[in-house]
């Protein structure tokens, strides 16, 4: 038994503790030469690796290897209702893959196989390796080793609970039935949970589409009042947008000592362009399309990319500080901290540049492009790194939420990227490119009635999504309730005309 097991009994009189090296008989694995096609193509035989233990029984496998193979390699036949344990792999550190093999196989050298002896049904001995899944990943792991294992002598050591052979078969079909209500149960959680997420979709588009809530001109025709279009919005911006650069750079002459003699200078300011909506689908009445960078933050850059290079690298990397938001950080719920970074202060300070102000929007650039993040209060200081561009637009103009709103709801996002995407190995856009994303914009007091609607929806949506996660939490906690109970002896009646366990051990014992 290993040391940090207890040998309490705990278990009914006829029951008995057994080690898992006196359960059966265990095999270890190999993988066939890859570079030997003989060995793999054509190749019927199932041959199991870690990425292949995702549910307790295992009828298929991702590689397959010939007899051939068999023959020549490491990797041995592994019969029918075997239990199969991941020994070394990532997964390691949060979880120990365990399953059962429904037809021969074979295994890789990460992995070990347990075939049972006759007198333990194999069901039986998966189920029980199941119950006491975590303390054996917690007390047979390796300790300082890189790459996380299982220590195979303390696995063998290892002692799981064993009932009379007529009660083993009575026990797994108990488990089995109650698992399958459990089953029934989760899908129709998970099956609510898709419908929810169908309808937040569904919600998005609608917005994105005008569909959502009366449009503003809608509401202008009925109640006989004028109202401000996008259109003239967008004009308008447009226009304090000239003045404040026409008064900046008059500024910087009047600094320099210097006094304009006609209007030329104003021939230098760039007008944002206007996207092109040849391939852009009909807005509503009121609305109209414009693009980031005419909608950016007047006077600010509208769009930045997080520091790169030597502007800041691993070394400047503490335990505690200033949080740096990464491409971890957006996550589909928001932002969230479990990936930032941190740096001191003094570093913060020197890319002031790089750090967010609450309503400021963060868009991943590379990876998993057009994720986005709205920066609450409580993230306002922190910085953004390489992989992340900063949008501060004008919110007289464009409010946040539903730019946010747009991104996560709307095909048109999606579609721009895949044509503007320049990643080599992987997709990315670079700033210019966010500046020319279209975006259909209503008046701003529609803008204003679709992010209220959205919420106030999504605040319903939200308390259900949650309930359905609560609920699918504790049914995994009575997966292991029926586990627990099931090898404590207490999920089917004892037959004291049972023969005890303990004769069965020395039996085996005495045979071979």
């Not at 007390?139 to 063998?156: A, M, P, R």
């Not at 040849?278 to 930045?304: F, N, R, Y």
Request: include cysteine; aromatic fraction near 8%.
């Amino acid at each position: 038994m290993n040391k940090h097991q207890t040998e309490s009994n705990g278990l009914p009189n006829s029951w008995a503790w057994v080690e898992l090296a006196q359960s059966g008989e265990w095999r270890g694995g190999g993988t066939p030469k890859k570079s030997n096609p003989d060995f793999w193509e054509n190749g019927d035989i199932l041959w199991i690796s870690p990425k292949d233990v995702k549910t307790i029984f295992i009828a298929d496998t991702q590689d397959k290897i010939t007899l051939e193979a068999v023959e020549n390699s490491a990797a041995k036949i592994v019969p029918n209702q075997s239990i199969v344990f991941v020994v070394r792999s990532g997964i390691l550190r949060r979880f120990l893959p365990i399953a059962l093999t429904t037809v021969d196989s074979t295994i890789n050298q990460d992995l070990k196989a347990l075939t049972p002896y006759n007198f333990i049904n194999s069901k039986f001995a998966l189920y029980a390796c199941l119950a006491h899944q975590e303390n054996i990943r917690k007390t047979c792991s390796k300790d300082g080793t890189t790459v996380e294992s299982i220590e195979f002598n303390l696995l063998k050591k290892y002692k799981i609970p064993l009932a009379p052979v007529n009660e083993q078969p009575k026990i797994v079909s108990k488990i089995e039935e109650l698992f399958s209500k459990l089953d029934a149960g989760v899908a129709a959680l998970e099956k609510a949970q898709a419908l929810l997420k169908r309808y937040r979709a569904s919600v998005l588009k609608a917005a994105c589409e005008g569909r959502l809530v009366p449009t503003e001109a809608e509401l202008a025709r009925k109640e006989k009042r004028a109202y401000e279009s996008a259109e003239a919005l967008l004009e308008r911006i447009l226009e304090e947008r000239r003045a404040a650069w026409e008064g900046a750079e008059l500024a910087k002459m009047v600094r320099a000592g210097k006094s304009p003699k006609n209007d030329k200078w104003m021939a230098k300011y760039k007008e944002p362009a206007a996207p092109d909506t040849s391939d852009l689908p009909k807005l509503p009445e009121g609305w109209v399309w414009a693009t980031v960078e005419q909608l950016g933050a007047i006077g600010e850059q509208p769009v930045l990319t997080g520091p790169f290079g030597t502007n800041l690298g691993r070394d400047d990397f503490i335990s505690k500080g200033i949080p740096v938001l990464t491409i971890g950080c957006l996550t589909e719920q928001g932002i969230d901290l479990e990936k930032a970074v941190y740096i001191s202060s003094q570093k913060a300070d020197e890319l002031d540049n790089y750090k967010v102000n609450e309503g400021d929007l963060l868009f991943s650039r590379m990876a998993t492009v057009g994720r986005v993040g709205y920066v609450t209060p409580e993230f306002e200081g922190s910085l953004i790194n390489y992989h992340i561009m900063r949008l501060r637009l004008n919110q007289e103009a464009l409010l946040p939420s539903y730019f946010l709103n747009y991104v996560r709801g709307s095909h048109q996002v999606i579609k721009y990227v895949r044509k503007v995407n320049h990643g080599a190995t992987r997709d990315g856009i670079n700033t210019k490119q966010l500046l020319s994303l279209p975006i259909p914009l209503p008046p701003l007091e529609e803008q204003c009635s679709i992010v209220a609607d959205i919420d106030r929806r999504f605040s319903v949506t939200n308390q259900i999504y949650k309930s359905l996660a609560i609920c699918l939490s504790q049914a995994k906690n009575t997966r292991q309730t029926v586990l627990r109970k099931a090898f404590q002896g207490k999920l089917v009646p004892q037959d004291p005309d049972d023969e005890p366990a303990s004769l069965l051990l020395e039996q085996n014992k005495a045979g071979s």
